[in-house]
């Protein structure tokens, strides 16, 4: 199964994570057909037809940014969406029945998001946008760190030459998250030991709304809760894993189709 598709079927927060790691990536490559192809996919050693079809979706990826006016900054639509269905989803968590798991985990990192935000200066962003900030800006730290010591590859799951070509002040990203005093190691700790856990959680009830094995507004789910991998486990296990089958969540003709509910997102 390639990352993309597998990703989206098994942890949303995964594939969102996944796909904004892309958006940097082909930035990076300044979306050159010809640095595409030879960093992201002729190192696949797929056969030709399978390549050609890996190449047309990162393409699509690069036509949907430049359509939304986001070649230097900026995230897709397609996942400005999503993130807004999974806080649809956490509204709906703090105050079901379904959602007492949630709300306690949900319960520790709370008291942080006033200051969070603050520091963002824009009090109107979601929890759950901002979790999504936070654990982006882990990714980057990891993928710096990982440039340092020469394995850049492992830390943003694609070549390593493209990563170490990476124009991105990734040293920025978390200063403008957490509190300056913090050291790094600690902002990271924090961020996975506070949100990760909560993000998760929240992918696990947004993947059984969707396989309807739970209903939010009174019946059990259907079998024992299944865990979901935290959202920074998912970004290391694509590392290595084969991009292909363009996802229609991703395609041109579905960039601005949004249907309502907190399971609807495809």
């Known amino acids: 199964m390639y990352t993309a598709q597998k990703t989206r079927k098994e942890n949303i927060a995964e594939?969102?994570?996944?796909?904004?790691?892309?958006?940097?990536?082909?930035?990076?490559?300044?979306?050159?057909?010809?640095?595409?192809?030879?960093?992201?996919?002729?190192?696949?050693?797929?056969?030709?037809?399978?390549?050609?079809?890996?190449?047309?979706?990162?393409?699509?990826?690069?036509?949907?940014?430049?359509?939304?006016?986001?070649?230097?900054?900026?995230?897709?639509?397609?996942?400005?969406?999503?993130?807004?269905d999974l806080n649809?989803?956490?509204?709906?968590?703090?105050?079901?029945?379904?959602?007492?798991?949630?709300?306690?985990?949900?319960?520790?990192?709370?008291?942080?998001?006033?200051?969070?935000?603050?520091?963002?200066?824009?009090?109107?962003?979601?929890?759950?946008?901002l979790f999504f900030r936070a654990l982006y800006s882990v990714v980057l730290l990891?993928?710096?760190?990982?440039?340092?010591?020469?394995?850049?590859?492992?830390?943003?799951g694609t070549n390593p030459q493209a990563a170490a070509d990476k124009d991105t002040d990734v040293s920025a990203a978390p200063d403008s998250i957490a509190d300056s005093g913090k050291s790094r190691q600690k902002y990271i700790d924090d961020v996975l030991t506070l949100i990760s856990p909560v993000?998760?959680?929240?992918?696990?009830?947004?993947?059984?709304?969707?396989?309807?094995?739970?209903?939010?507004?009174?019946?059990a789910p259907n079998g024992d809760r299944h865990a979901a991998a935290a959202p920074e486990q998912g970004t290391q296990a694509s590392s290595g894993a084969q991009d292909g089958p363009r996802p229609a969540a991703v395609a041109p003709e579905g960039k601005n189709s949004r249907n309502s509910g907190t399971g609807s997102a495809s």
């Open 15 to 84: 594939y969102i994570l996944y796909l904004w790691q892309l958006e940097d990536l082909l930035r990076a490559l300044q979306f050159s057909p010809e640095a595409i192809y030879a960093k992201l996919v002729k190192p696949l050693g797929l056969p030709e037809e399978q390549k050609q079809e890996v190449f047309l979706w990162y393409m699509d990826i690069v036509n949907l940014l430049r359509e939304e006016g986001k070649e230097q900054q900026g995230h897709l639509e397609h996942t400005l969406h999503l993130i807004a």
């Open 88 to 129: 649809n989803l956490h509204n709906q968590l703090t105050v079901l029945p379904v959602g007492a798991e949630y709300r306690r985990l949900y319960a520790r990192v709370a008291p942080e998001l006033p200051a969070l935000k603050a520091k963002l200066k824009d009090p109107e962003i979601s929890d759950v946008e």
């Open 142 to 156: 990891r993928i710096q760190e990982a440039g340092k010591h020469g394995d850049a590859g492992k830390g943003c």
């Open 199 to 219: 993000v998760a959680e929240l992918a696990t009830v947004f993947r059984k709304v969707e396989r309807g094995e739970v209903d939010l507004f009174g019946n």
